[in-house]
């Protein structure tokens, strides 16, 4: 369900059945002149809509404006929108905090961009997962003031972990990809990878045609994108959303 589109009643019960909420989080980047510039965040914002046929879920506004940087092309007539790291955290904590106010405990930013290098960490990831944990430590503090988890109170606060009550879990950052795709399946910038993606999730943000115009090293695998291709890769990413948002 999209958010922009639920009433209050509707939010009210998605925060009552702890319903996932999702936000597809990306960039506007350069993918060489055979694809559009928003296929990092395209790629999450239309698996979440297969998803969304499986499970409830809460689909957010997407969020465009990542560090998407100057690494591959200058953006001079090619497109790349870079917003910085220390912008997208202070953003981030506002937003994720407005969420935890409004009473979501099961928030997922989903990410696509440099996903290769996910686990070390690169500016957009890093900033909206700092960004989840301060939101996280001031929603505490608001609700239970200073010293919360030292109260006794909290005295099972380990036990409480153990079972999966964990608070720090209510907001998490995922890649669209993950490390059990290694192998499995291309992983490119605007390469076979990305571009068979977009065929099989859409197709109207390809122009094959265009490859001819490609200039760039990373695009010469594009040629053998195809459209089952992508549908395999998607099977794969849907799977492993299945498992992060249930």
């Excluded at 993918?31 to 790629?43: F, I, N």
């Excluded at 001819?212 to 799977?239: F, K, P, Q």
Aim: hydrophobic content about 45%; overall charge negative; glycine content about 10%.
């Amino acid at each position: 369900m999209r958010y922009e589109l639920m009433l209050p009643h509707q939010i009210r019960s998605a925060i009552a059945e702890n319903w996932p909420v999702a936000l597809p989080l990306g960039v506007l980047e350069y993918h060489g002149e055979h694809m559009a510039v928003g296929m990092d965040t395209l790629a999450v914002i239309k698996t979440f809509e297969l998803v969304e046929k499986e499970m409830p879920l809460v689909i957010l506004p997407p969020f465009y404006y990542g560090a998407a940087s100057y690494a591959v092309e200058k953006p001079e007539g090619n497109g790349s929108v870079q917003v910085g790291g220390p912008t997208l955290a202070a953003f981030g904590e506002e937003f994720f905090y407005s969420l935890l106010r409004i009473g979501f405990r099961n928030i997922h930013a989903v990410i696509h961009h440099q996903t290769e290098n996910f686990a070390a960490g690169m500016p957009t990831d890093l900033a909206f997962k700092a960004a989840g944990r301060q939101a996280i430590f001031r929603f505490l503090e608001k609700e239970s003031g200073e010293g919360w988890w030292g109260d006794k109170q909290m005295a099972d606060y380990y036990a409480r972990h153990e079972a999966g009550a964990n608070p720090f879990n209510w907001v998490q950052v995922h890649s669209l990809m993950g490390p059990e795709m290694f192998g499995r399946y291309p992983f490119d910038h605007a390469g076979e990878g990305e571009t068979s993606l977009m065929l099989a999730l859409c197709p109207e943000a390809v122009e094959m045609a265009r490859m001819s115009e490609n200039t760039g090293w990373y695009t010469e695998s594009a040629a053998s994108a195809s459209a089952e291709l992508g549908r395999r890769g998607v099977e794969m990413i849907l799977e492993r959303l299945r498992k992060l948002l249930r």
